[in-house]
């Protein structure tokens, strides 16, 4: 997971949310998931903006078939450990800020309508705005908080496995809920590591021994464009160069590169 920069509001998600919040409101009741549609309209700004990617897991994703996510649920929120109430944040449903897009494994096999809290925090109630005391345990990849701060990657037990940084809660929550431990999420990461990933890192190691220095700046500078948000698995990639490319800092004190801390990424 890396940041998300959605970009500006679109212009008839504006629209969208003044007549549908209306017509949600004249219910009556608390709106049931059916009675909350039409905020589809923003699929395709948001699959682009994400340049493609699970907004939490960072794999590639055709717009067909993948949801407009709520990081607020809709209709129904667990808030355990912190809270007991149940309600969803049915205001926030056309919200451009609570909105993003991600692949039904994150989405409806392990996030679902998963909200935890923080011990002690309290809900946001009806119409009102974020953060008030809310205090998430999840991490909104479209907020100001770096998901890479929280999250890395280690390999363990012949797979890549995502731990939290740090020892941070949120990074240790968000693994949990957005299962960034599934299996095919494994397997993908794996793939991506042979055919991707290590023969980047073989050829710069190369480089090095032969001390060819041209191969070298041209190798390790196709690492670095690696780490930049229109490639798959970004938080992934940072971790594996940072462990398995040789002499990290002797590297890039001869190429005068920096390598970036996980904060900058
Ligand atoms: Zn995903």
């Known amino acids: 997971m890396i940041k998300v920069n959605r970009g500006p509001e679109p212009k008839n998600l ?54 407009v996510e709520h990081y607020r649920p809709k209709t129904n929120a667990d808030r355990s450990p912190g809270c007991n109430l149940k309600h969803g944040y049915w205001w926030l449903a056309y ?17 679902r309508s998963f909200f935890p809290l923080e011990n002690g925090s309290s809900s946001l109630i009806a119409e009102s705005l974020p953060p008030s005391n809310e205090i998430p345990l999840l991490i909104d990849p479209g907020s100001s908080i770096n998901p890479v701060e929280h999250i890395k990657f280690v390999f363990e037990n012949q797979h890549w496995c995502a731990k939290a940084r740090n020892e941070s809660t949120f990074g240790e929550k968000s693994i949990e809920i957005y299962g960034l431990n599934h299996q095919d999420l494994k397997e993908l990461r794996k793939d991506h590591y042979e055919t991707i990933l290590k023969p980047q890192i073989d050829a710069i190691n190369i480089a090095l021994s032969d001390n060819d220095m041209m191969a070298l700046k041209k190798e ?14 970004v938080c992934f990639n940072y971790d594996v160069f940072s462990e398995k490319i040789l002499e990290l800092q002797k590297i890039t004190d001869l190429l005068q590169l920096p390598w970036p801390n996980p904060d900058q990424i």
């Not at 390790?220 to 698995?233: E, I, K, Q």
Request: proline fraction near 5%; glycine fraction near 2%.
């Open 220 to 233: 390790f500078r196709r690492a670095l464009d690696m780490l930049t948000p229109r490639n798959a698995f």
């Open 95 to 111: 919200t451009w800020e609570n909105l993003l897009f991600a692949c039904p494994s994150c989405n409806r096999s392990h996030k």
């Open 14 to 67: 504006v629209t969208i949310r003044i007549s549908h919040l209306s017509r949600i409101r004249n219910l009556g009741r608390p709106p049931k998931s059916d009675d909350i549609y039409g905020y589809e309209i923003v699929a395709e700004t948001l699959w682009k903006a994400q340049h493609h990617k699970c907004c939490y897991c960072e794999h590639r994703i055709v717009k067909s078939y993948n949801d």
